[in-house]
C-alpha cells in the first residue's frame, strides 16, 4: 500500500493541525493504521492508531487528550486531528500500516509514508 501524509505546517503552542494520510494500491480496510513522529535527534515513536473500521483508538501517553485519529474507509484516508499542540510536539509525522494487522496496533509496520513536518513555536 502506498502512503501520502499531508496539512504539516508552522503553527503557535495551543493551536491546532489536521494531518491526513492517504491509502492507495491496496485495499485500505485491510489495515489498522497508525501515526508516528519523529523528532530531531530522537527516534521514531508512536503517536496514535485506529483499528480497521476505525473500532477502537490508541494514544500515546503524551498525546491522549489532545490529538484524535479517524478514519474514512470511503476515502481510502485517516486523519489526526491535533488541539493544543505544544513546541514538544515539533517532529515530522509519518503514517503507517503493518501487513496481517487489522484490530491491533502496527508496532512494525511495513508502510510508511513520506512524512509531514509540524513546527510548534512558543
Known amino acids: 500500500v502506498q502512503l501520502q501524509a499531508s496539512g504539516g505546517g508552522l503553527v503557535q503552542a495551543g493551536g491546532s493541525l489536521r494531518l491526513s494520510c492517504a491509502a492507495s494500491?491496496?485495499?485500505?480496510?485491510?489495515?489498522?493504521m497508525a501515526w508516528f513522529r519523529q523528532a530531531p535527534g530522537k527516534e521514531r515513536e508512536f503517536v496514535a492508531s485506529?483499528?480497521?473500521?476505525?473500532?477502537?483508538?490508541d494514544y500515546a501517553d503524551s498525546v491522549k487528550g489532545r490529538f484524535t485519529i479517524t478514519r474514512d474507509n470511503a476515502e481510502n484516508t485517516v486523519y489526526l486531528q491535533m488541539d493544543s499542540l505544544k513546541p514538544e510536539d515539533t517532529a515530522v509525522y509519518y503514517c503507517?500500516?503493518?501487513?496481517?494487522?487489522?484490530?491491533?496496533?502496527?508496532?512494525?509496520?511495513?508502510?510508511w509514508g513520506q512524512g509531514t513536518q509540524v513546527t510548534v513555536s512558543s
Open positions: 494500491g491496496r485495499t485500505f480496510s485491510n489495515y489498522a
Open positions: 485506529i483499528t480497521w473500521r476505525g473500532t477502537y483508538t
Open positions: 503507517a500500516a503493518e501487513e496481517g494487522v487489522r484490530d491491533g496496533v502496527p508496532k512494525t509496520p511495513d508502510y
